[in-house]
């Protein structure tokens, strides 16, 4: 049984916000009730400086275990996680995406912390599936996001198969990681965290998934941010070993 702490970064999310906070907490009474895999948890949501009503529907959340953190302006999808890691006094930390693409894989996630120290839903594992068809930008992203990870693969050799940025992963909190000085603010902040297990000679596991591409995303295929983003992206590969 473990102490976790569920990390949410979420951006412009008011209509789902509630429904998949609901989700979640009914996942985790039945890892906490039924399968004893949780000790105690801490759910911190970061509203990431939206601006629709995300975070006035985050605040009507009565819950002891709920810790709500507000970026007034939008940092990025990173520097929320890294504001919340910061707080973090729990053993172990599970990163999820707002939306809970993959949240029938989380009772495995957990499972699996008990041998290792990082396991991570893997969608280029050979038992992996896309499901569903793909449009003209699901297929856009899909091919941008195997090119990123077959460049880290080439460049930082992590043999997690070119796929950092899943939505679903969970690791043992290490020493210096709350002082850790991350370089991602965007969209990089797990490619840092696998890189820092890696170096440390630290178990990874990966999990095959079933998924599909979202037709929507906060991701947009052109747009001023994507230079930044590929900025940001140069700068981690050419970063030395800590």
């Known amino acids: 049984m ?38 105690r948890y801490k759910i911190y949501y970061i509203n990431d400086g939206s601006n629709d009503q995300t975070l006035k529907k ?28 910061r707080l973090v006094k729990t053993d172990f930390i599970i990163l999820l995406d707002c939306d809970l693409p993959y949240l029938k894989y989380l009772k495995k996630i957990i499972y699996e912390l008990n041998f290792n120290d990082l396991v991570l839903i893997n969608r280029r594992l050979p038992n992996s599936k ?22 880290i693969e080439i460049v930082h050799k992590l043999n997690v198969y070119g796929d950092t940025q899943a939505g679903l992963k969970g690791f043992k909190y290490i020493k210096n990681i709350r ?10 902040l797990d490619f840092e965290i696998i890189k820092i297990f890696r170096e440390r ?17 906060n991701i947009k295929i052109f747009s001023y941010k994507n230079i930044l983003i590929l900025f940001e992206l140069i700068k981690i590969l050419l970063k030395k070993n800590d």
Do not use: H, M
């Open 58 to 85: 985050l605040l009507c959340i009565k819950d002891k275990n709920v810790k709500i953190i507000n970026n007034s302006i939008n940092l990025g999808k990173s520097a929320s996680v890294i504001k919340a890691i």
């Open 201 to 217: 000679n630290l178990s990874i596991k990966s999990i095959p998934v079933n998924y599909s591409i979202s037709k929507k995303s």
């Open 130 to 151: 896309n499901l569903k068809p793909n449009n003209l930008y699901q297929k856009t992203r899909k091919y941008i996001g195997v090119l990123i990870g077959k460049l």
């Open 179 to 188: 002082n850790k000085k991350f370089i991602s603010k965007y969209y990089f």
């Open 2 to 39: 473990k102490d976790i702490t569920f990390i949410i970064p979420c951006y412009n999310s008011e209509k789902s916000i509630i429904k998949n906070y609901l989700r979640l907490k009914k996942k985790i009474l039945t890892l906490f009730f039924k399968n004893r895999l949780i000790t």
